[in-house]
């Protein structure tokens, strides 16, 4: 892992992008995991399908506050990070 300062603007413009793709990919991976899991649901109406389901939803609900949190952090502090290092690299 690395110990220093990055003074870079594209590299923090980089780690902005990957941060909301990997929010992004999950968002995406959940909306095909529930849709899986609805269709199975409908053909095994059993209680070890519902628990589940319902055990999936749970989780889904746990992985929000993380979700938003890199949202905030990509918008509010890094992108402040970006600008700060792009307004020193104009001077």
């Known amino acids: 892992m690395h110990n220093m300062i990055i003074n870079d603007a594209q590299a ?8 909301l793709r990997a929010v992004e990919d999950l968002e995406e991976q959940l909306k095909t995991t529930e849709a899986a ?27 929000q506050p993380l979700m938003d949190d890199i949202a905030w952090f990509e918008v509010d502090p890094l992108k402040k990070i970006q600008e700060w290092i792009e307004e020193y690299d104009r001077m």
């Open 12 to 19: 923090v413009q980089e780690l902005r992008n990957e941060l």
């Open 37 to 63: 899991l609805d269709t199975v649901a409908e053909t095994w109406q059993d209680n070890q399908t519902k628990k589940f389901v319902e055990s999936f939803a749970e989780d889904k609900l746990k992985l």
